[in-house]
Nanobody, 123 residues
């Protein structure tokens, strides 16, 4: 599975942004999908994950209530809707796929990674 993330850019504090991650290859609907963020000098941070059918989601406390993860298996795409953005959300965001049937949050559980997309929240 190859993943292509997009949608990053500059947004003002309090604004919204939607990230997309398009998958190519077979088996997208069988993978748990996750979003992580990682800036130079910082540890990779889990943001959100969604089960392969989209019925289960899990969020980091830092984004709960502001971010929403969703997926469209027919379109092989996972989304991250980010609302009420804060300057501390500034980061490079990565999508990833895990071959498991349970929602997982550790980066080591994810096998496929897309390239990052930079989100910058101005204060």
């Amino acid at each position: 599975v190859q993943l292509q993330a997009s949608g990053g850019g500059l947004v003002q504090t309090g604004g919204s942004r939607r990230l997309s991650c398009a998958a190519s290859g077979r088996g997208f609907s069988t993978y748990v999908m996750g979003w992580f963020r990682h800036a130079p000098g910082k540890e990779r941070e889990f943001v959100a994950a969604i089960s392969f059918r989209g019925r289960g989601t899990y969020y980091a406390d830092s984004v709960k209530g502001r971010f929403t993860i969703s997926r469209d298996n027919a379109a092989n795409t996972v989304y991250l809707q980010m609302n009420s953005l804060k300057p501390e959300d500034t980061d490079v965001y990565y999508c990833a796929a895990a071959p498991t049937n349970r929602v997982v949050t550790r980066p080591s559980e994810y096998v496929y990674w897309g390239q990052g997309t930079l989100v910058t929240v101005s204060s």
